[in-house]
């Protein structure tokens, strides 16, 4: 069974490690009650805004409970969905589309 580091509870090192500048009210909220209940962790995770701050969550219920499921594929889906990037632009289906509206509406003259 792997043992995870229990993540800090410094605000200035979550902002840094984590990547939350501006932490919302929630957030704040979760850490302050420091619960030891996996369910409430992975519950403010689905509350969160930020993607720090739901990694944040999933890592403290990792850190209660090594084999939970819940975080595991939330945080493997996290890091999979950053390595796509957000917008890609298919320029030849947008030509195509656009041809295709040109040959399709009545030229005016």
């Known amino acids: ?13 979550i902002a840094s490690q984590y990547g939350v500048k501006t932490p919302s009210a929630i957030f704040l909220e979760a850490v302050a009650e420091g619960s030891n209940r996996e369910r409430d962790w992975l519950w403010y995770a689905e509350q969160m805004s930020s993607e720090g701050e739901r990694r944040y969550c999933w890592e403290r219920a990792l850190y209660i409970n090594p084999d939970s499921r819940t975080a595991q594929d939330n945080l493997a889906r996290q890091r999979k969905s950053a390595a796509r990037p957000i917008f ?18 009545p030229r005016l003259s």
């Open 88 to 105: 890609k632009l298919n320029l030849r289906r947008i030509f195509r589309a656009r041809k295709a509206a040109d040959t399709m509406s």
């Open 1 to 13: 069974m792997k043992r995870f580091q229990r993540p800090t509870e410094n605000l200035s090192e």
